[in-house]
């Protein structure tokens, strides 16, 4: 059994009447693969949210290896190592892609970003290429975002994030937007890239294929709640949640 | 996006760029000479508007910098005697510097209209409070003395181009600085920010540092214009702080867009020009020209004249 990397602890948070987080408790083993399931309003971008630093919990801890991060803002939960992705991909309209994967890794870096250095420095460029490589993107590197295609816009959106040394990543439906024959494709970049750099993958996820492919366990969301924590199987064929997630009751 | 036309090497574009300048200024009538003296010093405020632009933010009061480096420099001039423009701009430096490293901090938590409206306020608060202070000569403002070059105190034509030098070498030097940050890990941080701050925020940096330290940098631009114009006219008065001048250093801007330092000071030029002789033929109907002028050039090159001056690298249609 590996070391717990990210712990939550009850946390709550409601949004005036709606509940979106009802004592949310997970301990993520360090290099675990889990996913997030629930239909919609569920709390499952709220979870990332809480744990990025970008909803503060009303009430609850959230502990990355330890270190308390609960009052953390995105930025310093970034520079501790939790990524994550946006379920609209977050990108830099007006500037290319190879440039949006610039910006990423200058300020990824180990030391801070300089006001010298130049950001297209032929290394810099070779490491941003590189990275697109790795999701198969590149011929796309002088598109500025409007001319993407949904799938290349998640993967980017995916690839920006993982720059540094990721630690967790949170992928918010990674594949929506994509058409059903590209999903599995996609899947299967971004699984390879995040395996080359370890990290512990949760992502949030509508197609339970993917799910029953892809991860070791599964968080069910009902109304803010976890109503199941386990290995997909057993999960999927909960009656519970058949019957308020998935709506297939065999 | 775009990459500049000139050298890639910044120190050799440099030195290029102050040969052709220096070239001009000694072919230049003395009329032309003030003119390119003052469009330059103004162009340096300009610049600073540019640096905020990027960031996606518009200063509309850019005339607080510009006052406040013309009035350090006037004063210190007055009351100790100092005349040297380097030691002048020296102090515009240091008392822009200190008045932004004051205000950036607190201003780079506001965007848009917000961010506008209140560099309008902090510049017209300079101006209402110089405009009641007789020490300081109220509305007259104060003369300032010619100025002085290391210990050499050129008359007629000779200080006029001595000034001139001096301008060139300064936006010159200056602009290669702001060319170095454009170009930077920061510099492409900054037009990031004005896309998506968010998405900054959680790469891990600190939107808010960088748009204090692009305003540090827009006012201490700011600050040595107004030495320089101040030196130049000879006179120093609050309507270096007031909203139309703050205007003028925002039409330049987005007359001369964000992509080419060069255009800035060209733009500048193009503003000096076009106000000198509007208001020889034109002088009750000035202004009205210029919106005119702005107005064709913003539907023409919506991007700035620098989009002239800068190669776009289009990317290649779908096959
Ligand atoms: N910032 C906010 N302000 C107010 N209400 C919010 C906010 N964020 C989320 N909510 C509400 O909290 C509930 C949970 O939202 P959340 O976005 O976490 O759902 P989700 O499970 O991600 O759903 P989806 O599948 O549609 O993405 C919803 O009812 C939503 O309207
Ligand atoms: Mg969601």
Known sequence: MSATILTTENLNKSFGAV????????????????SMIGSNGAGKTTFVNMVTGYIKPDTGRILFNGTDITKMSPRQITRLGIRRSFQIPQLCAELTMLEN???????NRK???SYKRSARRPSQVDEAMDTLKRFRIENYHDRLMSELPAGVRKLLDIAMAISGTPRVMLLDEPTSGVAAEEKFPLMDLVMEALSKSNVTVMFVEHDMDIITRYSERVLAFYDGEIIANDAPDQVLSDKIVQQYITGTTK | MTEFI??????????????VLVVVGLILPDWAMFLATMAFSKGMVALGVVCLMRSGLVSFGQGLYYCIGAYASGLMATWIG???????????????????????????????????????????????????MSVLGGTDGLNVSAPTFLGYHPEGRALGLSLYMFTCAVIVVYGGLVRTLFDSERGLISLAIRDNELRVEYLGTSVRTEIAVTYIVAAIAGGIGGVISGAAIGHVDPEYAYWTTSGEFVFVAILSGYFSIPA???????????RSFSNLYFPNTWQMS?????????????????????????PEKKQ
């Open chain 1, 19 to 34: 509940t979106a987080a009802r004592e949310v408790s997970v301990a993520v083993p360090d290099g675990a693969v889990w």
């Open chain 1, 101 to 107: 994967m610039l910006v990423s890794l200058s300020i």
């Open chain 1, 111 to 113: 030391h801070k970003p």
């Open chain 2, 6 to 19: 000139f050298p890639r090497s910044i120190p050799l574009a440099c030195a290029l760029a102050l040969a």
């Open chain 2, 82 to 132: 100092i005349s040297d423009i380097f030691l002048m701009s020296l102090l515009g430096i240091i008392a822009s510097g200190i008045v932004a490293v004051i205000f950036g901090p607190l201003l780079a938590t506001y965007r848009g209209i917000f961010f506008a409206m209140l560099t309008l306020s902090l510049s017209m608060i300079l101006y209402g409070t110089l405009s009641k």
């Open chain 2, 264 to 274: 800035v000071f060209l733009g500048s030029v193009v503003l000096e020009i076009v």
């Open chain 2, 290 to 314: 210029l919106g005119i002028f702005l107005l064709i050039v913003i539907l023409l090159f919506p991007k700035g004249l620098g989009s002239l001056l800068s190669r776009s690298k289009k």
